[in-house]
């Protein structure tokens, strides 16, 4: 009898949870649900440098590239499951590669090695659909199908990707993953994607600035809000284990379209609102990934289902940053 409830003891710790990269849009904002679910004491965040914005959580500095200094971290403040949000995104990753597949292929293997070697129990780490190529098919593009991306940033979600499954298939280590599309947040700046002109374009907007789109006008690509990329996120963490059958990566989808379609979007609410377009390097980026996501599989193990489209995420986007704007200014004065 003793030895059973031991056994459900074991099974049921509570989570203390390290979140690298918090200070990124993604990691802000995911360590704030966190802490709701499992307590602010038992939610760590890290990276390069201190957060900005005041927090409550546990703060340490952490270089995900430094084995020493993770495990340093783990050991000592008995972390059992990671959210390994540290990466150098595609834009930034194609001004200086040599740094993004350090930072983003290092730091993996760090974090999926300490994993082993302490038995975590779960580990989460987004992908990207940069996986896929000029040779995947577009729309839609299937879970399994031809992957050859083009850039750093690409290579090394790839690389990671068959990584994760290496270490599930191995050691049985329960590491998850996404393959976020463009991600879009009104918490945060631009942080260096490709997609990211989907974030400052509201930002002009709000701000009565012109704004100049760095892709065509018809480029379609997969997004998602944040709000939806958080519940994707802890919907997969909370699946039941034995349901899931990917271990690469999951595709999820949930809106899709080009620059024109958000800006007329969100010209209903600013008529005086003027866009131009002034494609750059980061057009071709765009040209070799996806238009519309495959991601029946998720739908089918964890039930995924967005719940924005691109109309109610238009509106919820301009209505926080008009909040923010408003509250900068009273504070101004």
Not at 69 to 80: G, H, N
Not at 303 to 327: Q, R
Request: proline fraction near 5%; hydrophobic fraction near 35%.
């Amino acid at each position: 009898m003793e030895e059973n409830t031991k056994g459900v003891a074991d099974k049921v710790r509570t989570p203390k949870i390290l979140v690298t990269g918090a200070c990124g849009q993604l990691g802000s904002e995911l360590t704030e649900q966190l802490n709701k679910i499992y307590g602010v004491e038992n939610v760590v965040i890290s990276d390069l440098k201190e957060p900005v914005k005041k927090t409550t959580n546990h703060f340490e500095a952490l270089d995900v590239t430094d084995t020493n200094r993770l495990y340093e971290i783990i050991e000592s403040l008995e972390i059992t499951q990671i959210y390994h949000l540290a990466a150098i995104l595609s834009a930034k990753g194609e001004e200086n590669p040599h740094i993004a597949w350090r930072i983003n292929m290092d730091g993996l293997l760090n974090v999926l090695e300490a994993g082993r070697r302490w038995k975590l129990d779960k580990i989460y780490w987004p992908s990207s659909i940069a996986v896929f190529g000029v040779n995947s098919p577009k729309n839609p593009t299937p879970q399994n199908t031809v992957i050859e991306p083009s850039t750093a940033y690409g290579i090394s979600k790839h690389a990671g990707e068959l990584w994760c499954q290496y270490y599930h298939d191995q050691f049985g280590l329960d590491v998850r993953s996404l393959r976020y599309p463009g991600l879009i947040g009104y918490q945060g700046l631009p942080g260096g994607g490709t997609t990211d002109y989907a974030v400052d374009i509201f930002h002009k907007a709000v701000q009565g600035e012109k704004f100049t789109c760095f892709l065509s006008k018809d480029t379609v690509l997969p997004m998602m809000y944040m709000p939806d990329a958080i519940k994707a996120t802890l919907d997969l963490m909370e699946a039941d284990k034995e349901k899931l059958s990917v271990h690469t990566s999951y595709n999820i989808q949930a809106i899709s379209f080009s620059p024109e379609e958000i800006f007329n979007e969100i010209k209903k609410s600013y008529p005086s609102f003027t866009t131009e377009y002034a494609p750059d390097f980061r057009q071709k980026i765009a040209d070799s990934w996806p238009e519309v996501i495959d991601d029946a599989q998720a739908r089918n193990d964890w039930n995924w289902e967005p719940n924005y489209d691109l109309k109610s995420m238009v509106a919820d986007m301009l209505k926080n940053l008009k909040e923010i704007k408003d509250l900068a200014l009273v504070q101004n004065h």
